[in-house]
C-alpha cells in the first residue's frame, strides 16, 4: 500500500470519476452571467483548472485560456485534454497555488470551479489568494467561484463513497474534524497486467467557509460588487443550497466598494 498527496493518483482516473460533472451546463452558466454582467472577456483565467475539463470547453468557445493549478499531476492531464486543440491563441497552463498567483498581465475574468476554494483551508492563505485575483483582474472584471456549503459537508459527513471502473476501484470516505474541516480519505485499487491489485491511500481536506466569511474576505480584497447564486441558478442560494455560486466584480473606477 501506497500514500499519495493529493490528486498524485487520482488525477489518472478524475474525468472518469467525474463524468457527472455538467461541464457545458457550467461554461453556459458562466457565459450567462458574462452576459447579465455586460462583459464580454478575452482572456479568461481557469483558476484551479484540474484536468483542464472546463478550459477545453472555453477554449473551444473562442476565448483565450489560462489554466493553473498547484498539482504536476493534474496539469499533465490538462496538457492530454487541451494541448491537440488547434486555437490561435494555444492554452497555456501554469503550476501555481492560488495564493501564489503569478501572471505577466491582466485577465478580463477568472474562474475557479467544482469548490477549489474549499481546498484552500488556510484562511490567510484564501485572502491572499482573493487579493491577488483582484490585482491581476482587468478594471471591471469578474471573478466566478463556488463552494460546498456546511449543509452539503455536513449531509456528507461520516459517509462512505464508492466508484468503480473496469480497472480501477475507488472507495472514499468523508469525516468532518474540528468543526470545519472536512477530511476526505480515499483508498484506490488498481489492476495490474497480471491481474494482481495495487493499493493506494490518498487524503485531502476542505474547509467549511460560510458564505458571509467568504464576502468579507472579497471585500478586503477590494471587489466593488458581490452576488450569491444558488448552484446553476439565476437566483439567490436557498438556505440549504449545497453549492453556491459567487460573482465578485472588480472596480471599473466609477462605483463603490462593498
Not at 457565459?31 to 470547453?57: H, M, N, W, Y
Not at 475557479?112 to 491577488?132: G, H, I, K, M, W
Not at 468532518?176 to 472536512?182: A, V
Not at 497480471?194 to 490518498?202: H, M, S, T, V
Amino acid at each position: 500500500m501506497s500514500d499519495y498527496s493529493e490528486y498524485a493518483l487520482l488525477s489518472e482516473y478524475y474525468d472518469r470519476f467525474t463524468d457527472d460533472v455538467p461541464y457545458e451546463r457550467w461554461a453556459d452558466f458562466f457565459e450567462r452571467i458574462f452576459a447579465q454582467q455586460q462583459v464580454r472577456p478575452r482572456l479568461v483565467l481557469d483558476l484551479a483548472c484540474g484536468t483542464g475539463s472546463l478550459t477545453r470547453i472555453l477554449a473551444l468557445r473562442g476565448y483565450d485560456m489560462i489554466g493553473v493549478d498547484q498539482s504536476e499531476d493534474m496539469l499533465m492531464m490538462a496538457q492530454e485534454n487541451c494541448g491537440d486543440l488547434d486555437l490561435p491563441s494555444p492554452v497555456l497552463l501554469l503550476h501555481q497555488p492560488m495564493q501564489a498567483l503569478e501572471l505577466y498581465g491582466s485577465v478580463d475574468a477568472c474562474v475557479c470551479c467544482l469548490d477549489s476554494v474549499n481546498y484552500v483551508t488556510d484562511p490567510a492563505q484564501l485572502r491572499e489568494a482573493f487579493a491577488r485575483v483582484h490585482r491581476f483582474l482587468e478594471p471591471g472584471g469578474l471573478f466566478l467561484f463556488d463552494i460546498n456549503t456546511r449543509a452539503k459537508l455536513e449531509r456528507i459527513d461520516g459517509q462512505s463513497f464508492v466508484r468503480e471502473d473496469e480497472d480501477v476501484f475507488c472507495v472514499w470516505q468523508a469525516v468532518i474534524q474540528e468543526g470545519s474541516l472536512c477530511h476526505y480519505d480515499f483508498d484506490i485499487f488498481e489492476l495490474n497486467e497480471d491481474g494482481a491489485w495495487n493499493r493506494y491511500q490518498e487524503h485531502h481536506v476542505e474547509r467549511i467557509y460560510e458564505p458571509d466569511e467568504l464576502c468579507a474576505m472579497l471585500a478586503q480584497a477590494g471587489f466593488a460588487h458581490v452576488e450569491l447564486r444558488g448552484e446553476l441558478s439565476d437566483e439567490p442560494p436557498r438556505a440549504d443550497e449545497e453549492r453556491i455560486f459567487f460573482i465578485a466584480r472588480k472596480s471599473d473606477g466609477n462605483e463603490e466598494t462593498i
